[in-house]
């Protein structure tokens, strides 16, 4: 019965990394861009200039962004107490 929870734990694992790696990527881009010129650091800055300007609804789309990765990174903890 425990041998369940390791796939779901698996994919929340996956979720979850996989943003982390892309948050990597996004830093070494703009660390990058002081060798190589680049629109990483402007594109972002216009991301949450964007979110900004939609007043609420961008700060609903902000938590929304940041909590499902959280909410993975949770359910990745909970399914691996409950698979061991």
Do not use: E, H
Not at 5 to 24: G, K, R
Not at 57 to 81: C, D, E, N, P, S
Request: hydrophobic share 60%.
């Amino acid at each position: 019965m425990k041998k369940l929870f390791l796939i779901p734990m698996a994919v929340c694992w996956l979720y979850f990394y996989s943003m982390v790696a892309v948050l990597f990527l996004i830093l070494l881009a703009i660390l990058g861009s002081v060798f190589v010129p680049n629109n990483v650091l402007t594109n972002l800055l216009g991301f949450f200039t964007t979110l900004g300007d939609a007043g609420f609804m961008g700060l609903i789309v902000l938590i929304t962004l940041v909590g499902q990765y959280y909410l993975a990174y949770r359910l990745y903890l909970y399914f691996k107490t409950k698979a061991s």
